[in-house]
């Protein structure tokens, strides 16, 4: 089955900085990968998503690129914010839905 | 609009107990998930279900089962629970499965569930 790894496990940058986090995938079959934001105490929710037949994509201070070659991807946040402060999943599928272990970005005022 | 509604939200159980947690969506999805969230291992799928009266195992479904007598129902069953099964649980749900179409998967607020 699909594997995916997430890195780093935990992100602190300064509020107007951009953050990083990248993830790798195992299965080559895979072709929906979205990342989600989950605040403390509450459920995951999707922030931005990309499909294999797109190498980027962006909507405002956020962005996610994709190689399928090298088999990975990674979301880029700008100009960030203290309420971007959360914990940051990615995740890669075929037929079900396989997610890294997270990020928790922290971004200082 | 609700979306997807996990009850109980807390719950301390005694090892050996069983328990029911209920997930309920009001979206008409036909794929429903339920995951379980660890420190520093994501979230695992459990089981899940393609649609009414179906379920497929996930990634860790020992100590649990499952059951989708109705559509927008899908239980998760504990039945002799261990303190192994400490864990904050979630359901989720869609309309496709997330690769084909690449369809939102909605996430309830979870449940927090203590074995000791």
Known sequence: GENVEQHPSTLSVQEGDSAVIKCTYSDSASNYFPWYKQELGKGPQLIIDI????????????AVTLNKTAKHFSLHITETQPEDSAVYFC???FNDMRFGAGTRLTVKP | NAGVTQ??????LKTGQSMTLLCAQDMNHEYMYW???DPGMGLRLIHYSVGEGTTAKGEVPDGYNVSRLKKQNFLLGLESAAPSQTSVYFCASTDGTGGIGGNTIYFGEGSWLTVV
């Open chain 2, 35 to 37: 995951y379980r969230q």
């Open chain 2, 7 to 12: 009850t109980p939200k807390f719950r301390v």
């Open chain 1, 91 to 93: 995740a890669a599928s």
């Open chain 1, 51 to 62: 499909r294999s037949n797109v190498g980027e994509k962006k909507d405002q201070r956020i």
